[in-house]
């Protein structure tokens, strides 16, 4: 990448930006404070600052941003509070945030949002409270929530038609599971060590309930 490696301590990206470019900034471990991503900005992509695990401050997003690459904040595990996500914010791609334990309270995924990739919040232990899936996700990717906080309700829209293995898997949601009424799959592990309480209605739509996906 464009900055990788160096031992840059602080970063002040310029008004007119208006993408950063796969691994830009990746591996700067020596980075610290808070990272602002400046509005104008429509596009992260891919690891663009994978690795900057020094960074200890807040991620501010631009409102402006469409697209978060696969990877992009990949292990920046310092970061911290409240991870924000822009309302018009269409795509989270594989990993995205995976193993940013340090991001903590509610997640809120926009309305805006149509695609999340597989592992996108993984191991992001920090995040609690409910969580709700946005009416434009119709599928749920491999271990996107595994190992999160998650300790409120699990919302899932009716257009959800396949949860893949381990989407769920090992965050401690509780209250009553509502399965979408058009799902078909529910994958291997994809609820295992969740708390869910309550009735559970399996939907007529349903092919196939994968291998432990509500072991406990």
Sequence with gaps: GAMSGTKLNYLVLPDRLKGIRSSAFEGCKYLVGSLVIPEGVEVIEVSAFVGCSSLDGTLTLPSTLKEIGGSAFYDCSSLTGNLTLPEGLEKIGGGAFQFCKGFYGELHLPNSLKEIGRYAFDSCAG?????????????????????????????????????????????????????????????????????????????????????????Y
């Design 127 to 215: 995040l609690t409270g409910s969580l709700t899936i946005p009416q434009g996700i119709t599928i749920i990717n491999y271990c996107t929530f595994q190992f999160c906080g998650f300790n409120g309700n699990l919302n899932l829209p009716d257009g959800i038609t396949d949860i893949y293995g381990r989407a769920f898997g090992g965050s401690p949601f509780r209250g009553e599971l509502v399965l979408p009424k058009n799902l078909k799959t529910i994958d291997d592990y994809a609820f295992e060590d969740c708390s869910f309480s309550g009735t559970l209605h399996l939907p007529s739509t349903l092919l196939s309930i994968g291998e432990n996906a509500f072991s």
